[in-house]
């Protein structure tokens, strides 16, 4: 059995402390999460909720990086959340990290943006180990994104991949004690688990500042590894394909952006 883990936001910003600076991009909600890591910690943060990512997205990150006393120039990646999410918030967010990219010869790092969701939890809220962590994100249509993980030592424990499910189909993946973290889905689920005698909690991740950091740590640590891949390759984590996209064509998306970032440990 294989046990992947995924480093806290300290150790992973440890680990990348000689890399060049790191800008990171979540922008597949109704809030845009930004965030730039650099010399082994967090030089700035910036959430801003947004009706339109191509029209706030420029401005945010000129922002932020003003604020941080970078230039594009000095950025060695741009880490972009790859989804699952709004379809059209993963499109602009990555768009807009390969447009810089070509600008400033950068690399850009796909992450997934549950798993960044997770650490941010693991950062805001004093969880012990063993405690499951079950993000949730609204997918419309009656359904839910989520993942689950779990709290170990050196970080999150990835028990799941990320799923496309009805909200009473998840209830029935978890079991024990949990802590939903989300939008406003994961009070839904909550409510659905609760009566069934576990202890519940509910983390709201649309306030976390961290999530663009998270997904910056992320980014900067593949980046120290050498481990990217060419822009051209990397595509949004739909999961459920777009509307446009005829289904019988649809094929799933590999998580390849995940490698360089979990650990492999083999369990007897």
Not at 65 to 71: E, P, Q
Not at 80 to 102: E, Q, W
Not at 192 to 213: C, E, I
């Amino acid at each position: 059995m294989t046990s992947r883990i995924l480093c806290r936001v300290d150790r992973l910003l440890a680990e990348a402390a000689a890399a060049t600076p790191v800008l990171g991009l979540d922008t597949g909600s109704s809030t845009a999460f930004l965030g730039v890591v650099a010399k082994g910690r967090i030089a700035g943060q910036l959430a801003c909720p947004v009706t339109a990512h191509g029209a706030a997205l420029p401005r945010a990150v000129d922002d932020l990086l003003k604020g941080s006393k970078i230039v594009l120039s000095d950025l060695g990646a741009v880490a972009v959340g790859i989804g699952p999410g709004s379809f059209t918030g993963l499109r602009i967010g990555l768009s807009y990290a390969k447009g810089i990219a070509m600008a400033s010869g950068c690399a850009v790092i796909g992450v997934p943006s549950l798993d960044a969701m997770a650490l941010a939890a693991l950062g805001e809220a004093n969880l012990s180990d063993g405690t499951q962590i079950c993000c949730v994100v609204d997918a419309r249509k009656g359904e839910v994104f989520a993942a689950l993980y779990r709290v170990v030592s050196d970080g999150l424990e990835k028990v799941s991949e990320a799923l496309l499910v009805v909200l009473e189909d998840l209830a029935s993946r978890v079991a024990g004690d949990v802590v939903f973290a989300g939008d406003m889905r994961a009070k839904d689920a909550a409510a659905l688990f609760s009566p069934k005698g576990h202890v519940v909690a509910v983390l709201d991740t649309s306030r976390f500042l961290v999530r663009g950091p998270c997904v910056a740590a992320i980014g900067a640590a593949i980046m120290s590894r050498g481990e990217v891949v060419e822009p051209a390759t990397l595509e949004p984590m739909y999961i459920r394909p777009p509307e446009a996209t005829v289904r019988s064509a649809a094929k799933p998306r590999p998580a390849f952006a995940t490698e360089g970032v979990w650990s492999e440990e083999t369990k007897n």
